[in-house]
């Protein structure tokens, strides 16, 4: 069983609606992240939260929102979703390791397309 | 500020070694990592390295550490068809957050 989920996995939208993508994670992980890649640009960083009470903000964070409901549950809002935000979405955990390293585990992605 | 460089496209025969270079410019980072992504899946740790470290070595993996020139690289022997896919390097900054590079897409040629 996957240790970090993405849902849904494809998604088609027109421009203005609201969308919600889910990620669940059972490592039992503290630190949750929201990447998008685009095509030449890498991942960046959308929002991420290192426990339940605690929301930062990434690099582009305009024209998203996230909420963590639960240690295992961190979602990505976007309240009107325009065509430039047609991307592949990775929700990420990691948790310090012993030795401090900060391994990212990632989840399977979500290809949103905005028409 | 922070931020992690690498070539975007690198093409190599199977068999022969492949690397793939990487600079980064915080000179803080206390971990490097090199992430794999395969075709339609997300990325997974190929290997990481501490900073005071200059080399690791994992199986056919030889990562190579130029703390002075801020430059990584990540070699793979004897390339085969299943190492094509998408390398990912990151640096940990402080334990804080992670920074990736672009990414560079390996192309096996036959």
């Known amino acids: 069983d996957a240790d970090v989920t993405q849902t849904p996995r494809n998604r088609i939208t027109k421009t203005g609606k609201r969308i919600m993508l889910e990620c669940s994670q059972t490592k039992g992980h503290d630190r949750m992240y929201w990447y998008r890649q685009d095509p030449g640009l890498g991942l960046r960083l959308i929002y991420y939260?290192?426990?339940?009470?605690?929301?930062n903000k990434g690099e582009i964070s305009d024209g998203y929102s996230v909420s963590r409901q639960a240690q295992a549950k961190f979602s990505l809002s976007l309240e009107s979703a325009i065509p430039n935000q047609t991307a592949l979405y990775f929700c990420a955990t990691s948790d310090l390791g012993r030795e401090g390293t900060d391994t990212q585990y990632f989840g399977p992605g979500t290809r949103l397309t905005v028409l | 500020g922070e931020d992690v460089e690498q070539s975007l496209f690198l093409s190599v025969r199977e068999g022969d070694s492949s690397v793939i270079n990487c600079t980064y410019t915080d000179s803080s980072s206390t971990y490097l990592y090199w992430y794999k992504q395969e075709p339609g899946a997300g990325l997974q740790l190929l290997t990481y390295i501490f900073s005071n470290m200059d080399m690791k070595q994992d199986q056919r993996l030889t990562v190579l550490l130029n703390k002075k020139d801020k430059h990584l690289s990540l070699r793979i022997a004897d390339t085969q068809t299943g190492d094509s896919a998408i390398y990912f390097c990151?640096?940990?900054?402080?334990?804080?957050?992670?920074?990736f590079g672009k990414g560079t897409r390996l192309h096996i040629l036959p």
């Open positions: 939260s290192f426990d339940v009470k605690d929301i």
């Open positions: 990151a640096e940990s900054i402080s334990g804080d957050k992670i920074i």
